[in-house]
């Protein structure tokens, strides 16, 4: 296992494809990487609009073809791809988006960074930890060697296991390829809109009667944190993320100061999950499992490979609780963005923006610069000439024009002319 810094091929910096840039973590993922010198590019690619404010990365509004996408990835010469687009809550899809989601568009993307030409050496995938499942003889802590004791139970569960199998199947073909996924427990924090988080900001934390099972939460930074971590340095293989500790569901209860409501049956529970279902609460079947048996997973591999946790599973839930005391007093961060294709054009590119405020030529590292101009040395005609002002007589124009370039060999004039510069 390396858990040296990544090198990518050729003597730029990295060259990074995040997709998914949309949610919620391509977004976070993607603000993390603008800040980092050692990042030379960033193209965000989903069929959505970004949810958060971007400065250096390119966004490209396309889905999961891979056409398309092979065509960005061997045009930008990209070496990173991180996929974050991953459902792993069934509330938020049907299960027909989800599958093509998790399973046909991993599968397209995975298609799209192999082949002998393709420059891609490392694919990072946000996976869950929904992959063990939730069973009643599961192991203490599952780690990353460790299969599933039984088949999938949930249509979120086939999905992830779907996938995994799709990137272990392109981890055999492509040897040069440096293929990192990330089981990630259930996150939790302010921003994050899930089943597990609505359910923990009810007056009353509905339950199964009889059960208490175990839980482990990581919080929002640590699971961005992952994933700048597993950028910068090459982590061949799988990596549970979790944050250090186990909380019974009675803990968490008690440290949001929630009071009990079992309210779920032990027998028939999905049946009665259907009718709370049509009163507006919604427990998916992922979900429901947890809430009877609980899961626990092992991080020690990934504290073994240089990441170091910024909070244990308590410390996110006492974080969480603090959020709902005082989530009625303002705004939630990044509230109110709205992204505008025009807008960010104008902020990006026009000379009228000035000082910190741009977003475009000002924020270009030397080489993106270098390769500006050579786009322009590729135009029909060359560089632009530049206009000369209006009213300007046409011999005090012509005498402004510089000849550039090689004397011929009979000692002519050179055989290009560009507009001088003021």
């Known amino acids: 296992m390396s858990t ?16 998914g840039v949309s949610t919620y973590w ?15 590019a ?27 996408l092979k065509r960005i990835v061997q045009a930008a ?15 938020a899809a049907s299960p027909r988006t989800a599958h093509e989601n998790n399973v046909i568009g991993t599968m397209n993307i995975l298609a799209a960074c192999g082949g002998p030409d393709c420059p891609v050496r490392k694919v990072v995938f946000k996976s869950s930890a929904h992959f063990y499942g939730c069973e009643r003889d599961d192991p203490a802590y599952f780690t990353e060697s ?49 089943s597990h988080s609505a359910l923990l900001s009810l007056p009353a934390v509905p339950s199964i009667l009889g059960f208490d099972p175990r839980y482990q939460f990581i919080a929002a930074d640590d699971i961005s944190g992952v994933l700048e971590h597993a950028t910068r340095h090459d982590l061949p293989g799988v990596y549970n993320a979790a944050g250090d500790g186990v909380l019974a569901l009675s803990e968490v209860r008690s440290l949001l100061g929630k009071p009990p409501a079992p309210i779920l049956p032990p027998w028939g529970t999905g049946i009665a999950a259907g009718v709370l279902r049509r009163a507006g609460l919604k427990i998916p079947p992922e979900m429901l499992r947890q809430l009877r048996y609980g899961r626990a997973v092992d991080n020690r591999k990934l504290k073994a490979a240089g990441y ?10 006492q974080a969480f609780a603090r959020h709902l005391r005082v989530r009625s007093i303002g705004p939630a961060v990044g509230e109110g963005y709205e992204y505008q294709r025009e807008v960010e054009e104008f902020l990006r590119w026009s000379p009228a923006v000035r ?18 101009v050579r786009a322009l040395d590729l135009l029909p005609d060359g560089r632009p000439a530049r206009r000369a002002p209006r009213g300007t007589p046409a011999s005090a124009s012509s005498k402004s024009r510089l000849r550039t370039g090689s004397p011929s060999s009979s000692g002519g004039a050179a055989d290009s002319e560009l507009a001088a510069e003021p």
């Open 146 to 194: 460790m299969r599933r004791p039984h088949s999938p139970q949930t249509s979120i569960e086939k999905d992830i296991v779907e996938a995994e199998r799709a990137l272990a199947a392109f981890n055999d073909r492509n040897a040069g390829v440096t293929v990192t996924v990330l089981r990630f427990v259930n996150g939790l924090g302010p921003d994050l809109a899930t």
């Open 308 to 317: 170091t946790f910024r909070a244990t599973s308590r410390e996110t839930v």
């Open 26 to 40: 391509g977004g976070r993922l993607a603000q993390a990487l603008e800040r980092d010198p050692a990042v030379e």
């Open 4 to 19: 040296q810094p990544a090198s990518p091929a050729g003597t730029g910096g990295r060259r990074v494809l995040i997709t």
């Open 355 to 372: 000082g910190d405020a741009r977003l475009g030529l000002e924020r270009l590292t030397p080489d993106q610069l270098a390769e500006v």
């Open 77 to 91: 010469r990209i070496d990173t791809v991180i996929d974050t687009r991953l459902i792993v809550d069934s509330a």
């Open 42 to 68: 960033i193209v965000g690619v989903s069929p959505s609009d970004p949810t958060c404010e971007l400065t250096r990365t390119e966004y490209v509004r396309v889905g999961t073809q891979h056409a398309l």
